[in-house]
């Protein structure tokens, strides 16, 4: 996975996180003031205070029981790849109206899922997001691994969509433990539906 060995190649050895991240975070060219970051105790699922490195309420709390969140501004990161991407968009989306598969290549975007999409919502100006999420280890030692959720939009054609500059991070979890959803994307989710609601104005 191209996405998995860039990060592989981009840490350096033996890893040492979280100290790198914000190194880890620019080397994979995602702006670090683009990400809130948190962390979470994962015994009693609260955001730890401030720079607190163990849970203050949980007695045995300790590094592999914490989990580090870095949480995107979607706006942010979803304006700036539309302002980017915009004629493309419009230009492929003409092409998905028009059920018109001129590359031939049978694109996700003429499935039948997309367009019974266009044919409910033939009105509407709306992109559409896949999510994809990534896991890729860290450390060996302590188990330490980075979990990225990120999302392509089907509005792009499938070349430009899988680049992964063009694939913007939703959310970061690195921590010894599998993500928990609820801990994980709470923030992430609301974040999602409000700009499902709001919208994106004046992108041009
Ligand atoms: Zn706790």
């Not at 607190?52 to 949980?58: F, S």
């Not at 509005?155 to 994980?184: D, F, G, H, T």
């Amino acid at each position: 996975h191209s996405f998995i060995d860039l990060i592989h190649s981009a840490l350096p050895q033996p890893n040492s996180l979280p100290s790198n991240m914000n190194q880890l975070l620019s080397m994979l060219q995602l702006k670090v003031n683009f990400f809130k970051k948190r962390k979470v105790c994962l015994l009693c699922y609260n955001d730890l205070a401030g720079d607190a490195r163990i849970c203050l309420n949980c007695p045995t709390s300790a590094d592999s029981n914490i989990a580090i969140i870095y949480d995107s501004d979607l706006m942010s990161i979803l304006s700036i790849l539309l302002k980017k991407h915009w004629k493309t968009i419009f230009t492929y989306k003409e092409e998905l109206r028009s059920n018109n598969d001129v590359s031939g290549d049978l694109d996700i975007g003429f499935a039948y899922a997309y367009q019974n999409l266009l044919r409910k919502f033939p009105n509407e100006n709306f992109i559409t997001a896949l999510m994809h999420l990534d896991g890729v280890g860290l450390c060996k030692s302590n188990k330490l691994k980075m979990w990225l959720l990120s999302f392509s939009l089907i509005e792009l054609p499938a070349k430009v969509r899988y680049q992964r500059y063009n694939m913007p991070v939703v959310s970061i979890w690195v921590s010894s433990k599998e993500p928990i959803a609820s801990v994980w994307l709470g923030n992430s989710i609301d974040a999602l539906k409000e700009l499902k609601v709001s919208g994106i104005v004046n992108f041009k």
